[in-house]
């Protein structure tokens, strides 16, 4: 079946940096973009960064550009997001999404907490 896991999330002072994983397996990694999205506690689920199937395109909110990077590697299907200069504001737990067919599918989550 179609599994997301990510992994990398912690605990960090604002300025740092982490970088998450996202390993995927039941699906073509290599044929469908993938997305982090982000929710806070008390807020909704938003997008982060996604990036087109080949890594040709790629998109962010505006709340993390030049700050987060987002990159994969099909060779081992899996996808990252290389975060710079966190913020308190930062701190929510992080998912992995692929639409397949038609469908969201999400991983577990890994929480960020930005904070000294």
């Known amino acids: 079946q179609v599994q997301l896991v990510e992994s990398g999330g912690g605990l960090v002072q604002p300025g740092g940096s982490l970088r998450l994983s996202c390993a995927a397996s039941?699906?073509?990694?290599?044929?469908?973009?993938m997305s982090w999205y982000r929710q806070a506690p008390g807020k909704e689920r938003e997008l982060v960064a996604n990036i087109t199937s080949t890594g040709g395109n790629i998109t962010y909110a505006d709340s993390v550009k030049g700050r987060f990077t987002i990159s994969r590697d099909n060779a081992k299907n899996t996808v990252y997001l290389q975060m710079n200069s966190l913020k308190p504001e930062d701190t929510a737990v992080y998912y992995c999404?692929?639409?397949?067919?038609?469908?969201?599918?999400w991983g577990q989550g890994t929480q960020v907490t930005v904070s000294s």
């Open positions: 039941g699906f073509t990694f290599s044929s469908y973009v």
């Open positions: 999404n692929v639409v397949w067919w038609r469908r969201f599918i």
